[in-house]
């Protein structure tokens, strides 16, 4: 394992990224990025085996990762280059014009990383289930993962392929769902609640996990459970309650964050809390 | 005047199954989804052949474009096989997002398209989807004429790389083209020449624009009758050529006036060579239950329409 302090240092960068992203254009999802920022850095610094250097669509024998909830794509945008896939400095590009960093995950300009177009939610655990089942057809072993927000569960495309994904053993497959629970316009208890999310993808046929996204260790440890849990005829999914806006005080614990940039002294009131780690861009 | 004749008559929908299987045995990298709709879709061979690459997804079509979108990442071309109102109506921003924006390598392949589909009715009887189709980047659409060309489209769109939307139907059709064409995409068949008025037609309805152009000898008229099997990308040259002869056309399509071939006919026209044009296509109006030849009589869009249409349009060439 790469050692939790350098992990916890990346993910202190990343934060500082996010903001400092969204700040540039006022515009911008800072809210569940930083919730979902050890996901990310666990996934990519951790987790995955992947090939930064070479990115290749087909990711032949390596693990593929999709965003479903495409507008958290500043922490993606974040990681990635970060760990290599693209020059640290084109995150100054990000929602500007002729920028391969577009609002939401595209690959039309050929971004390094991304394998297909997400921001219209609900579609990604159906590519994943078929980038999967391509992996099984090509007798490679490597995981698929994939990442859902949970209000986007309210897109019953979710659940086609939830169903899917259980009847065919699509089990080399673990997708997480960022249990927030804000939205938009409001909690997800306000706007459509979710109900028992344990009990009904244990009733759609699924292998069940939790775990809390903003404890770095505990990620860590939870992607190694699932990773063992893979390849024993389920699919797994794990539950993770994060906070939105996690590691800016002010944007915790509320919807409000979801989809508005800080100003300029909020970005230095944010940015005070996350001191430089591995250097900005 | 070239003749053709047919001995006998088979569904599109079967030249697609027929395709299929032969691809499957060509080409290890292609797979096959359907939404509860194999046996429609003339799908069954294939799936007995190589159940390992043949996917139900059930009823869930929103799901199965998103997988066939995802089994493209490590290399496999998938086949969707549904209606045509499910495979383009219902999913549209699947395929506009998952497929079409991230130029995947999805072969949509949609059967029971416009009013030929005939009893179901109106819910299914789709007359828009060339025009959704059409307006989205990336998207190949093709619209072939008979069984024979359905297979050999079927077959040339694996070749091809990027999204593509293939329209067929259900009824029995007359076979008069020969099996051992090649199937070029974007490149227009000239099926009879002729010097007075352009009849431009796809799918179902260049049997009908051949019968009308023997109707139309008959009165004196020759008529050229192209097949546009591809309405993106369209053959423009083939167009051209023809209309800078006969100075008018007539088009003829089993989709909505707005947003059909014609609409892209028109648009290829008073860019490069404003003509008198007649559409003979379904006007703003949805379907309803019948027979398929019935449907396509009451809705304007038999050998009588096209004739008509052709008179009218060497009328208004005459002004």
Redesign the interface.
Do not use: W
């Given at each position: 394992m790469a050692e939790i302090a350098k992990l916890k240092d990346i993910c202190t960068q990343v934060r500082r990224d996010i903001v400092r992203m969204v700040h540039a254009v006022q515009s911008g999802h800072p809210g569940g990025s930083l919730g979902c920022t050890e996901y990310m850095v666990a996934l990519y610094f951790e987790i995955m085996d992947v090939n930064p250097e070479q990115f290749t669509?087909?990711?032949?024998g390596e693990d593929?990762f999709f965003l479903s909830n495409g507008h958290i794509s500043p922490v993606w945008y974040s990681v990635l280059a970060r760990k290599g896939y693209f020059p640290v400095a084109e995150l100054a590009t990000f929602r500007k014009i002729n920028s391969r960093l577009q609002g939401h995950p595209?690959?039309?300009e050929h971004t390094p990383g991304v394998?297909?177009?997400?921001?219209?939610l609900?579609?990604?655990?159906?590519?994943?289930?078929?980038?999967?089942?391509?992996?099984k057809?090509?007798g490679?072993k490597k995981l698929v993962y994939v990442l859902h927000g949970d209000g986007e569960l309210q897109e019953?495309?979710i659940w086609?392929?939830a169903?899917?994904a259980a009847?065919?053993k699509i089990d080399n497959l673990i997708a997480t769902v960022d249990v927030n629970g804000q939205q938009i316009d409001g909690s997800t208890e306000q706007v459509l609640s979710l109900g028992d999310l344990n009990a009904k993808w244990q009733a759609f046929g699924w292998d069940v996990l939790h775990m809390n996204g903003n404890n770095l260790e505990e990620v860590i440890s939870v992607f190694k459970k699932a990773k063992e849990h893979t390849g024993k005829g389920k699919p797994v999914v794990i539950l993770m309650k994060t906070e939105m806006g996690f590691g800016v005080d002010y944007m915790m614990g509320s919807h409000k964050w979801h989809g508005i940039a800080p100003n300029d002294e909020l970005l230095q009131k944010a940015l005070d809390q996350l001191p430089e780690t591995l250097g900005d861009y | 005047m070239k003749k053709y004749t047919f001995t006998e008559q088979k569904d599109t929908r079967s030249g697609f199954g027929a395709g299929l299987l032969e691809l499957g045995r060509k080409n290890p990298q292609v797979?096959a989804l359907t939404a509860d709709l194999g046996g429609s879709l003339k799908m069954n061979d294939f799936e007995k052949e190589f159940p390992?690459?043949f996917?139900q997804?059930?009823i869930?079509e929103?799901?199965?474009?998103?997988?066939?979108?995802?089994?493209?990442?490590?290399?496999?071309i998938?086949f969707t096989g549904t209606f045509a109102n499910f495979s383009t109506g219902r999913v549209y921003?699947?395929i506009?997002?998952?497929i079409a924006?991230?130029?995947?390598n999805v072969k949509i392949c949609a059967s029971h398209a416009g009013l030929t589909l005939g009893e179901d009715g109106a819910t299914h009887q789709i007359l828009e989807d060339i025009g959704m189709m059409k307006m989205l980047p990336n998207m190949t659409v093709i619209s072939p004429c008979d069984y024979n060309e359905t297979k050999a489209a079927t077959l040339a769109i694996a070749e091809h790389q990027g999204p593509v939307y293939l329209r067929f139907g259900r009824p029995a059709w007359p076979v008069f083209t020969s099996p051992d064409e090649p199937f070029v995409i974007g490149k227009a068949k000239l099926m009879i020449e002729g010097t007075d008025v352009t009849i431009i037609a796809t799918g179902h309805m260049v049997w009908k624009a051949i019968e009308a152009a023997e109707v139309l000898i008959e009165r004196g008229i020759s008529a050229e009758v192209i097949n546009i099997h591809t309405i993106k990308p369209l053959d423009e040259e083939a167009i051209l050529k023809s209309v800078q002869k006969t100075r008018c056309v007539v088009t003829a399509e089993e989709h909505m006036r707005n947003g059909g071939l014609g609409e892209s006919v028109a648009q290829c026209l008073c860019l490069n060579y404003p003509s008198p044009m007649e559409f003979v296509a379904v006007n703003d109006t949805f379907g309803e239950s019948g027979k398929p030849l019935e449907l396509l009589k009451k809705y304007g869009l038999d050998v009588p329409n096209i004739v008509a249409a052709a008179e009218t349009v060497i009328r208004r060439k005459a002004r």
């Open positions: 669509m087909d990711g032949i593929l595209a690959t039309a394998r297909v177009a997400s921001g219209s609900g579609q990604g655990l159906s590519v994943a289930c078929g980038a999967a089942l391509a992996k057809l090509n490679d019953g495309q086609e392929a169903m899917f009847h065919k | 797979v390992e690459r996917f997804v059930g869930a929103a799901n199965m474009m998103g997988v066939a979108a995802g089994l493209t990442i490590g290399g496999k998938p921003d699947q506009r997002q998952s924006y991230s130029n995947k």
